[in-house]
């Protein structure tokens, strides 16, 4: 190894210098800002748990991402968190333990030993919203809601949101009597959107005609839930047992596009991301020109009983980095005052005065040359802004 090949950073690892540091920085308050004013209290888990708790419930996808270590006290195995939402989970189960509806908002660093794309950070800046308590559509609603909103927000333009539903998916396999081994295959024929080899697949492996033609109306259902009403009534018909969690997706699409006219939206119940972990509604944003979502998240019902106490939860998250290159907010500039160095009381408290008013003042060093709007400048005796 190098001299300079010590200090190169491993891939997917990136550090973050001015002004783009400043810009990130300056989002983070503006969106936690929004997310409190929408009545989601702040919470920061710790960055380093046992892995027994850190990886609860949310299967081998993120076990594989996340870095483990062994805690020297105790000898046991500890995890860098790759994921808030379950730490958040464990919160709201055990240490705030609330009645009725929480809501919590988080944002920080979190780490993949893998990258989840070629395009995502091993260290993302997470930051999300989680909401328990409410299993009905109208928490379904309110967190892609606030997630849209938080979108806009940051200033991103012609969000795409795409809707899926984990449900409808269980609810075939079960009627069905699928085994484990046959729902990841047909989980992973699914995840091609190859209509063609999944039809080819379930009448294979499948000798019930009725639910032979279900999964191949399933394998087809990608487009604008009023496109695929027909296909929606048809599945529900072959399969009744599916039709509460279309009913489900039907309705919170409805009620998003009163709430966001300009925003496309799209029904995907192909979609089966998180499917070990997530057990109903699923959704995610895209813009145009990046390839992966810029925001995702869904339904965890299951999670909170892996902590004791089982409670509907649903919640997204967003790496705040992409938000912010990606974004178009305006940022907010302060004005730069330069000082002369000097051991003058009077200046110190001049000094103050300019920087308890929001602006940034730099002391000229050895009448180091400092690039700025104003000067404090001494002047009958007192310390007083001039233009530069």
């Given at each position: 190894m190098t001299g300079a090949d010590r200090w190169l950073l491993p891939d997917g690892i990136d550090e973050i210098l001015p002004p783009q540091a400043r810009r990130i920085e300056q989002l983070r308050r503006h969106l936690l800002d929004y997310l409190d004013a929408c009545g989601y209290d702040f919470v920061i888990p710790p960055a380093l748990e046992y892995l027994d708790s850190l990886l609860t419930g949310t299967g081998k996808d993120l076990n594989l991402r996340t870095f483990k270590v062994t805690d020297q006290l105790s000898g046991r195995m500890m995890g860098l968190s790759a994921d808030t939402t379950p730490q958040v989970a464990r919160i709201d189960a055990h240490s705030l333990a609330p009645e009725g509806i929480s809501r919590l908002s988080y944002c920080r660093t979190v780490f993949h030993a893998k990258s989840g794309s070629l395009l995502a950070s091993r260290t993302p800046t997470q930051i999300g919203a989680e909401l328990y308590g409410e299993a009905g559509i109208e928490a379904d609603v309110e967190i892609i809601s606030v997630m849209l909103?938080?979108?806009?927000?940051?200033?991103?333009?012609?969000?795409?949101?795409?809707?899926?539903?984990?449900?409808?998916?269980?609810?075939?396999?079960?009627?069905?009597?699928?085994?484990?081994?046959?729902?990841?295959?047909?989980?992973?024929?699914?995840?091609?959107?190859?209509?063609?080899?999944?039809?080819?697949?379930?009448?294979?492996?499948?000798?019930?005609?009725?639910?032979?033609?279900?999964?191949?109306?399933?394998?087809?259902?990608?487009?604008?839930?009023?496109?695929?009403?027909?296909?929606?009534?048809?599945?529900?018909?072959?399969?009744?047992?599916?039709?509460?969690e279309i009913g489900h997706i039907r309705s919170v699409a409805e009620r998003l596009a009163k709430r966001f006219p300009a925003t496309s939206m799209m029904c995907d119940l192909t979609e089966l991301r998180g499917y070990d972990y997530h057990t109903g509604l699923v959704f995610a944003a895209y813009v145009p020109g990046y390839g992966d979502?810029?925001?995702?998240?869904?339904?965890?019902?299951?999670?909170?009983?892996?902590?004791?106490?089982?409670?509907?939860?649903?919640?997204?998250?967003?790496?705040?980095?992409?938000?912010?290159?990606?974004?178009?907010?305006?940022?907010?500039?302060?004005?730069?005052?330069?000082?002369?160095?000097?051991?003058?009381?009077?200046?110190?408290?001049?000094?103050?005065?300019?920087?308890?008013?929001?602006?940034?003042?730099?002391?000229?060093?050895?009448?180091?040359?400092?690039?700025?709007?104003?000067r404090l400048q001494l002047l009958d005796g007192k310390w007083q802004l001039v233009n530069a």
């Open positions: 909103s938080l979108l806009q927000q940051a200033g991103l333009e012609n969000v795409h949101l795409d809707l899926g539903n984990v449900g409808v998916f269980r609810a075939l396999a079960r009627v069905a009597g699928l085994t484990d081994a046959q729902q990841t295959e047909l989980f992973d024929l699914l995840k091609l959107k190859c209509a063609t080899d999944t039809q080819a697949w379930v009448a294979r492996e499948l000798n019930d005609a009725r639910l032979v033609e279900a999964f191949s109306v399933l394998a087809g259902l990608q487009g604008s839930a009023e496109s695929l009403a027909g296909a929606f009534d048809r599945l529900q018909a072959l399969v009744p047992e599916t039709a509460e979502a810029v925001a995702q998240g869904g339904r965890y019902d299951e999670t909170g009983a892996d902590f004791g106490r089982a409670r509907p939860a649903t919640g997204f998250s967003a790496d705040l980095k992409v938000l912010a290159r990606l974004g178009r907010r305006t940022e907010s500039v302060k004005q730069t005052v330069a000082a002369p160095s000097s051991d003058d009381p009077a200046l110190w408290q001049a000094i103050q005065q300019c920087r308890s008013q929001g602006m940034r003042v730099l002391v000229q060093l050895n009448g180091d040359a400092v690039e700025c709007d104003q």
